[in-house]
């Protein structure tokens, strides 16, 4: 658990308000990292529904027991599950003074990249994150495969 890391999490789920569902979640800070250069550490593997960490996982598991956020499980009509997470106001308070720790600019590139983010419905979000993950593995394949051939 960096604070780094942590500091970027909170501050996404506060500018969302909720986040409906691990995937979306998952999904939305892996493009941060990727396709808006935010400085997040989390290490992700290629997964069935496209880029996951299992670290980020563990930190929103440990933030929820330290209640700065709210993990909801939701049963929709069609018998799937999804979970929301939301800021609980200990988490609200923390992730404001992280927001103040950052400088104007970085709050602004993470509020442009989150209003982009979140026109894209979850479907949306993993096509983009397996493309973008796709492309990633096939140039450290070519740069892996030139250092053999060297």
Do not use: C
């Not at 789920?13 to 409906?20: E, H, T």
């Not at 999904?27 to 290629?46: G, Q, R, S, T, V």
């Not at 397996?130 to 740069?143: P, Y």
């Amino acid at each position: 658990m960096s604070k780094n890391n942590i500091k970027w999490l909170l501050l996404t789920i506060k500018y969302l308000k909720d986040i409906k569902g691990r995937t979306r979640l998952q999904k939305i800070i892996y493009l941060l990292k990727e396709k808006f250069n935010l400085d997040i550490a989390y290490n992700f593997m290629p997964y069935y529904y496209g880029p996951y960490s299992s670290e980020l996982q563990n930190d929103v598991d440990v933030l929820s027991r330290l209640n700065l956020i709210d993990v909801n499980l939701h049963f929709l009509d069609n018998g799937v599950f999804l979970y929301e997470h939301q800021l609980t106001e200990r988490g609200y308070r923390i992730a404001e003074e992280l927001e103040r720790s950052l400088q104007p600019d970085q709050v602004k590139k993470l509020k442009e990249a989150l209003d982009k983010l979140k026109k894209y419905n979850t479907d949306e979000l993993i096509k983009i994150a397996k493309e973008n993950m796709k492309q990633k593995l096939s140039k450290n394949k070519d740069r892996f495969l030139f250092l053999l051939e060297s």
